[in-house]
C-alpha cells in the first residue's frame, strides 16, 4: 500500500495531465458531427500505432517483478490493437462505399 502513495506521490503531475487529456478528448469527441467520426476513427490509427510502440516499450524497459508496468503495457497493447484493427473495418468498409459496382 505504501507504494501506491509513493507512486501516486512520484506521478502526481502525469496523473492530473492523464485527468485532462481525457476530459479534453471527450469534450472535442462530443462536438463532432456524427457524419465525420468515421474519417476520425481513420486518423485514430495513427494515434493507436504510437501507444502501441509506447506499450512495447514499457513492457520492454520493466523489470520482471514490475508487474503494475508490465500490466498496463499489456493493456495498451491489447487495446491499442483492437482499436488499429476496428478502425480498418471501418475505414474498409467506408471505402467499399464510394468503389463501383463489378457487373
Known amino acids: 500500500m505504501e507504494q501506491l502513495f509513493l507512486f501516486l506521490d512520484d506521478n502526481l503531475i502525469l496523473i492530473y495531465l492523464l485527468i485532462f487529456t481525457v ?4 469534450e472535442v469527441i462530443s462536438k463532432v458531427p456524427t457524419v465525420l467520426h ?4 481513420s486518423g485514430a490509427n495513427a494515434i493507436s500505432g ?5 506499450a512495447i516499450l514499457l513492457i520492454r524497459n520493466a523489470s520482471q517483478t514490475d508487474y503494475f508496468s508490465l500490466s498496463l503495457g499489456a493493456l495498451g497493447v491489447v487495446l491499442g490493437m483492437i482499436n488499429v484493427v476496428g478502425g480498418f473495418a471501418v475505414t474498409n468498409r467506408m471505402l467499399k ?5 463489378k457487373k
Open 50 to 54: 504510437v501507444v502501441i510502440i509506447g
Open 97 to 101: 462505399m464510394f468503389s463501383k459496382k
Open 23 to 26: 476530459i479534453l478528448g471527450f
Open 38 to 41: 468515421t474519417p476520425l476513427m
